[in-house]
């Protein structure tokens, strides 16, 4: 019998970060016998649209059949609701799945993708699975760092920008002239990919609609997803879109059937669900205002945010916190794996998950 032929594995995959979750509800629920809120993973705690329910329903009983490669008819929604030409959209099984393919189609070893840090850990995954490394800007606050900051970072073999705008897990926005002045910094060797999984939920009057900056320069690329406002995190879509001549490069490697027949089927339908969308977006904008305004009441630091959740720093150590938190039924995200050993991500529940958790937390008397 052979010995074990991990050895046979390219040395590259055993330094790929694996993605941490956050605790499944099921898991806390069977644990401690209780009904639990999780307010971990930035999901849309109203569920999908019933529209969206009924059309996954129907695609079910059409499961025999691969589903169409290019997603043609979702593609052409979005190209529609977007106005870019269709073969400027690749849709994708989920956004990460997008990052994944720039990452491969952009990077490689000695090549490197650079972003601001603390942000979206999938950006370091998908740069290691292509045998690139993932570069953290140097910020004197990690709330965010500046344009000058981002830009002194680059190097001759940085390919790859990632920017989440609104950024995960601070909560922070770049403006349009921040957008600007990075564009226009940035030299010719490097693609910008600007993540905007959170688009919907900003209100700041000065953030940019990257989809509008395409024209103007080829090298930027714009992710979105499907599973933050339109509630599908568990069918896994999304789409990049870009100069066409990047994109149709990039569907070389988004490999066959990737995106499900239900997952496209219910994407058509989420983008029509306009009303459920608005309940959505009225509730996250709601919810973080109250969790921002309570949480300070309460004498601690909150992070402005743009996105679905709320970033707080607790004074105290937030993994224990987290932790005394799920013993009560509500499961957050400690942010010590990120260097924030002291904050705690929330993502914005429904308004009496909102208040229950503040009750929880005020509960643990971490204040004076
Ligand atoms: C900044 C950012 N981009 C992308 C994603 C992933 O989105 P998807 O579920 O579409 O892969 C997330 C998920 O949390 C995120 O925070």
Not at 83 to 99: I, K, M, N, P, Y
Not at 260 to 271: D, E, I, K, N
Request: glycine share 8%; hydrophobic share 45%.
């Amino acid at each position: 019998m052979a010995g074990n032929p991990a050895h046979l594995i390219r040395p590259h995959v055993h330094g790929i970060p694996l993605y941490v979750p956050g605790k499944p509800i099921e898991e806390v629920e069977r644990e401690l016998g209780i009904v639990a809120a999780k307010l971990a993973s930035n999901e849309n705690p109203l569920g999908p649209a019933p529209e969206v329910v009924t059309a996954i329903a129907a695609a079910a009983t059409k499961m025999n059949l691969y589903p169409e490669l290019e997603a043609p008819v979702l593609r052409r929604a979005i190209a529609g609701r977007l106005r870019v030409e269709e073969d400027s959209v690749l849709v994708t099984a989920g956004a990460s799945h997008f990052l994944e393919i720039a990452a491969l189609a952009f990077l490689g070893p000695g090549l490197t993708s650079l972003g601001p840090w603390p942000s979206f850990v999938h950006y370091v995954i998908a740069s290691r699975m292509a045998a690139g490394d993932f570069v953290q800007v140097q910020a004197a606050d990690p709330r965010k760092a500046t344009v000058e900051e981002i830009l002194g970072s680059v190097t001759p073999a940085t390919r790859l920008l990632f920017i989440a705008n609104p950024n995960n897990p601070t909560g922070a926005h770049y403006g349009r002239g921040e957008l600007e002045a990075l564009l226009c910094g940035l030299p010719e060797h490097t693609m910008l990919l600007w993540d905007e999984a959170y688009f919907e939920y900003v209100t700041a009057e000065d953030y940019p609609d990257g989809i509008a900056y395409l024209a103007r320069d080829p090298r930027m690329m714009v992710v979105r997803s499907f599973s933050k406002v339109h509630a599908l995190a568990g069918l896994r879509v999304g789409f990049g879109v870009g100069h066409p001549a990047i994109i149709r490069e990039l569907a070389r490697i988004r490999g066959p059937f990737k995106i499900s027949l239900p997952a496209q089927a219910a994407a058509v339908a989420a983008l029509d669900a306009t009303d459920h969308m608005a309940r959505s977006i009225a509730l996250a904008i709601e919810g973080r205002a109250f969790l921002a305004e309570t949480l300070a009441g309460m004498g601690l630091r909150v992070w402005p945010s743009q996105a679905n959740f709320v970033t707080v720093d607790v004074g105290a150590d937030a993994g224990e916190v987290a932790g005394r938190l799920e013993r009560t039924g509500y499961i957050v995200r400690p942010l010590k794996p990120f260097g924030l050993p002291t904050c705690l991500r929330i993502t914005v529940g429904t308004m009496e998950q909102n208040a229950g958790f503040v009750r929880a937390l005020a509960g643990l008397r971490l204040c004076a």
